[in-house]
């Protein structure tokens, strides 16, 4: 089955600086790959996300790339702010029958003003 | 909108005692996932709903653990004869439609079971 490994653990950034996340997965069936926010106490909200049928995709401060070849992903957070701090989770899936959610274990961002 | 909801937020079991989690997803919601969230991991999955067939439950960690969607609406997780072990955040998330692997899973809150 599909495994999915993330990295950093954990992430010290300044306000204003980037931040980016790692993910590899191992099954090239995947094709779906989300990036979630968790809040303390909260569920994860979906971000960004990407499909097989591109490289890279971009929403104002959030940009995820994907090199299919590699089987690697990463969120790229620019211009961080201290709102960003939260617990980040990559994940994948494919296409296959139904969408089962294989994520990460989770990098936690702390981004300080 | 409205977006999951799940009760109670969070449940405390002394072991050996049967609970029951609730899950309403988003109006209109074909699909269902619950996942078990371990302290400091990320979830995993426990099993999947399209309308009131359970389709997938090979993701349940033994046959204390039982889920149904009778209606095709709101769900309920059952966990049998808690054990310690048993102590997570229990998370549901709805999707349009979500067998196509092209669909948002929205999540709800969770609920946090810790068993005594």
């Known amino acids: 089955g599909e495994n999915v490994e993330q990295h950093p653990s954990t992430l010290s950034v300044q306000e204003g600086d980037s931040a980016v996340i790692k993910c590899t997965y191992s099954?090239?069936?995947?094709?779906?790959f989300p990036w979630y926010k968790q809040e303390l106490g909260k569920g994860p909200q979906l971000i960004i996300d990407i499909r097989s049928n591109v490289g890279e995709k971009k929403d104002q401060r959030i940009a995820v790339t994907l090199n299919k070849t590699a089987k690697h992903f990463s969120l790229h957070i620019t211009e961080t702010q201290p709102e960003d701090s939260a617990v980040y989770f990559c994940?994948?899936?494919?296409?296959?029958?139904?969408?089962?959610?294989?994520f990460g274990t989770g990098t936690r961002l702390l981004v300080s003003p | 909108g409205a977006g999951v909801s799940q009760s109670p937020r969070y449940k405390v079991a002394k072991r050996g005692q049967d609970v029951a989690l609730r899950c309403d997803p988003i109006?209109?919601?074909?699909?269902l996932f619950w996942y078990q969230q371990a302290l400091g991991q990320g979830p995993e999955f426990l099993t999947y709903f399209q309308n009131e067939a359970q389709l997938d439950k090979s993701g349940l960690p033994s046959d204390r653990f039982f889920a149904e969607r009778p209606e095709g609406s709101v769900s309920t997780l059952k966990i049998q004869r808690t054990q310690q072990e048993d102590s997570a955040v229990y998370l549901c998330?709805?999707?349009?439609?979500?067998?196509?692997?092209?669909?948002?899973?929205?999540f709800g809150p969770g609920t946090r079971l810790t068993v005594l």
């Open positions: 998330a709805s999707s349009l439609v979500g067998d196509r692997g092209r669909d948002t899973q929205y």
């Open positions: 109006s209109g919601h074909v699909s």
């Open positions: 099954d090239s069936a995947s094709n779906y």
């Open positions: 994940a994948a899936s494919s296409d296959t029958g139904f969408q089962k959610l294989v």
